[in-house]
């Protein structure tokens, strides 16, 4: 029998949290997070932790006792969802997990599922065991490899190539592969908003000269390079030509994880597996779900997890006012700090032997960071930035030179630890009982 709620929140990132938070303001809201897991992971720090498997624990927190929030009206469900059927408005969870099987109704539901991400994320239902035993498979593979490719040459492939850098050397060849040749299309190439020609262009020759990237014009249709594959192999470009490499990692989305959906109503998901919306980011074959993220209206503007935490507040809103037979508003995106065309930052790699590009902050933090000047360390002024966090002498570049370098990728990894806490994950550092001490990797 199906146990019955108000509001199902379903996801595992920033976006589900700041959601069932919003709705855990209204007590007399039953609202069903399924979370769908026995853990919580910041995948931000993927480049970090793939690379070296040894910090993976640190951003990681296996006790549900420490992670979970205490809010009276929310019951959480730790096991993922198998359907998700909009006709019935009923949820069923997979047979795996500690609530295996379960069946849940609701009255409207908020979709914070993101995107599919093989490797950089938990795959759907996966234990915290299995979880270690990927990461360690590919810190593994990736420290013995000899050549490696990178598919995707956005922010999160550019991360990947610094990371790996740090954490194995300069020993194997690193391939970025890009559709265009180019780093960072969308953000700061020809499919930006505003397009920063300068940026591209220094990336580029950062990761060429310094980091001994080649980055490598090419595409790939075939699906079964869609997964990682950590053994050797050939990938087989578009154009006919191949790569062989020791390790291949995709390091783009893969379409919303919106698979679990099932509908009699054949216009509920757009080609690409997007959910379509109106303006109020409401399902407009479905007027009880909404989703964050995974929309067809996409969300513009930096920083992302603003835009997320935005969306997700704005759903959660709105579901309840449907719930109360009530109109829902339009989405305006009144988060803080305001949308900006182009992210922070360019990071390729966390921490010594780095290398940040501070690209656009809001203009508080851009006089303060000195960035109108390329003031820098010594010439900020003091106290703000000389030694409050450590790395911080180097935060914004030196004195009279551009805002980058190995002094802004130390004190990011630093900054990064400061994210977690403040989108409500807690407990980071713990892996718990689930998961026996193990050797550290030689």
Same mark, same amino acid.
């Given at each position: 029998?199906?146990?019955?709620?108000?509001?199902?929140?379903?996801?595992?990132?920033?976006?589900?949290?700041?959601?069932?938070?919003?709705?855990?303001?209204?007590? !007399?809201?039953?609202?069903?997070?399924?979370?769908?897991? #026995?853990? @919580?992971?910041?995948? /931000?720090?993927?480049?970090?932790?793939?690379?070296?498997?040894?910090?993976? @624990? &640190?951003?990681?927190?296996?006790?549900?006792?420490?992670?979970?929030? &205490?809010?009276?009206?929310?019951?959480?469900?730790?096991?993922?969802?198998?359907?998700?059927?909009?006709?019935?408005?009923?949820?069923?969870?997979?047979? &795996?997990?500690?609530?295996?099987?379960?069946?849940?109704?609701?009255?409207? *539901?908020?979709?914070?599922?993101?995107?599919?991400?093989?490797?950089? #994320?938990?795959?759907?239902? /996966?234990?915290?065991?299995?979880?270690?035993?990927?990461?360690?498979?590919?810190?593994?593979?990736?420290?013995?490899?000899?050549?490696?490719?990178? !598919?995707?040459?956005?922010?999160?492939?550019?991360?990947?190539?610094?990371?790996?850098?740090?954490?194995?050397?300069?020993?194997?060849? *690193?391939?970025?592969?890009?559709?265009?040749?180019?780093?960072?299309?969308?953000?700061?190439?020809?499919?930006?908003?505003?397009?920063?020609?300068?940026?591209?262009?220094?990336?580029?020759?950062?990761?060429?000269?310094?980091?001994?990237?080649?980055?490598?014009?090419?595409?790939?249709?075939?699906?079964?390079?869609?997964?990682?594959?950590?053994?050797?192999?050939?990938?087989?470009?578009?154009?006919?030509? #191949?790569?062989?490499?020791?390790?291949?990692?995709?390091?783009?989305?893969?379409?919303? !994880?919106?698979?679990?959906?099932?509908?009699?109503?054949?216009?509920?998901?757009?080609?690409?597996?997007?959910? *379509?919306?109106?303006?109020?980011?409401?399902?407009?074959?479905?007027?009880? *779900?909404?989703?964050?993220?995974? #929309?067809?209206?996409?969300?513009?503007?930096?920083?992302?997890?603003?835009?997320?935490?935005?969306?997700?507040?704005?759903?959660?809103?709105?579901?309840?006012?449907?719930?109360?037979?009530?109109?829902?508003?339009?989405?305006?995106?009144?988060?803080?700090?305001?949308? /900006?065309?182009?992210?922070?930052?360019?990071?390729?790699?966390?921490?010594?032997?780095?290398?940040?590009?501070?690209?656009?902050?809001?203009?508080?933090?851009?006089?303060?960071?000195?960035?109108?000047?390329?003031?820098?360390?010594?010439?900020?002024?003091?106290?703000?930035?000389?030694?409050?966090?450590?790395?911080?002498?180097?935060?914004?570049?030196?004195?009279?030179?551009?805002?980058?370098?190995?002094?802004?990728? &130390?004190?990011?990894?630093?900054? =990064?630890?400061?994210?977690?806490?403040?989108?409500?994950?807690?407990? =980071?550092?713990?892996?718990?009982?689930?998961?026996?001490?193990?050797?550290?990797?030689?």
């Amino acid at each position: 029998m199906a146990s019955s709620f108000d509001v199902a929140v379903v996801g595992a990132g920033l976006g589900a949290f700041h959601a069932a938070e919003e709705l855990a303001k209204s007590k !007399n809201t039953k609202v069903a997070f399924i979370y769908g897991y #026995t853990f @919580q992971e910041w995948v /931000m720090a993927a480049a970090i932790f793939l690379n070296n498997p040894d910090e993976h @624990q &640190k951003w990681t927190c296996g006790v549900p006792e420490k992670w979970k929030q &205490k809010w009276p009206n929310v019951q959480y469900f730790l096991s993922s969802v198998e359907s998700i059927d909009c006709d019935k408005k009923e949820i069923k969870l997979m047979n &795996k997990g500690p609530d295996a099987g379960a069946v849940i109704s609701y009255k409207a *539901v908020i979709l914070a599922t993101g995107s599919k991400s093989p490797l950089l #994320t938990p795959a759907p239902g /996966m234990s915290l065991t299995e979880r270690v035993a990927e990461v360690r498979a590919c810190g593994q593979a990736l420290k013995s490899a000899k050549t490696v490719v990178f !598919n995707g040459s956005g922010l999160v492939g550019v991360e990947m190539c610094g990371d790996f850098r740090i954490q194995n050397g300069y020993g194997a060849k *690193v391939i970025l592969l890009s559709r265009s040749g180019k780093v960072l299309d969308s953000d700061f190439g020809d499919k930006a908003h505003t397009p920063d020609a300068g940026v591209v262009t220094k990336v580029t020759n950062i990761l060429k000269d310094k980091f001994q990237v080649d980055v490598k014009q090419g595409s790939v249709s075939d699906p079964k390079f869609s997964d990682p594959i950590l053994s050797p192999g050939t990938l087989k470009l578009d154009d006919g030509s #191949t790569l062989d490499f020791d390790v291949y990692i995709p390091c783009y989305p893969l379409g919303p !994880n919106t698979s679990s959906l099932v509908s009699s109503k054949s216009d509920l998901l757009d080609p690409r597996g997007a959910l *379509v919306t109106n303006e109020c980011l409401q399902s407009t074959a479905h007027p009880e *779900v909404f989703g964050v993220g995974i #929309t067809t209206i996409k969300l513009f503007g930096h920083p992302v997890s603003s835009r997320i935490t935005a969306a997700s507040q704005h759903c959660a809103r709105q579901a309840a006012a449907v719930i109360e037979g009530k109109q829902p508003q339009v989405f305006k995106d009144k988060g803080a700090p305001p949308p /900006m065309s182009h992210p922070m930052n360019v990071k390729i790699g966390h921490g010594p032997g780095g290398y940040m590009i501070w690209t656009s902050l809001p203009g508080p933090a851009k006089v303060c960071c000195c960035q109108c000047c390329n003031g820098g360390y010594p010439c900020c002024p003091p106290p703000c930035c000389w030694c409050c966090i450590p790395g911080c002498s180097g935060a914004c570049g030196t004195c009279g030179s551009p805002p980058e370098g190995e002094g802004p990728a &130390k004190l990011m990894i630093h900054l =990064l630890a400061k994210f977690p806490p403040a989108h409500g994950f807690k407990g =980071l550092g713990d892996y718990g009982a689930e998961v026996p001490t193990q050797a550290k990797m030689t």
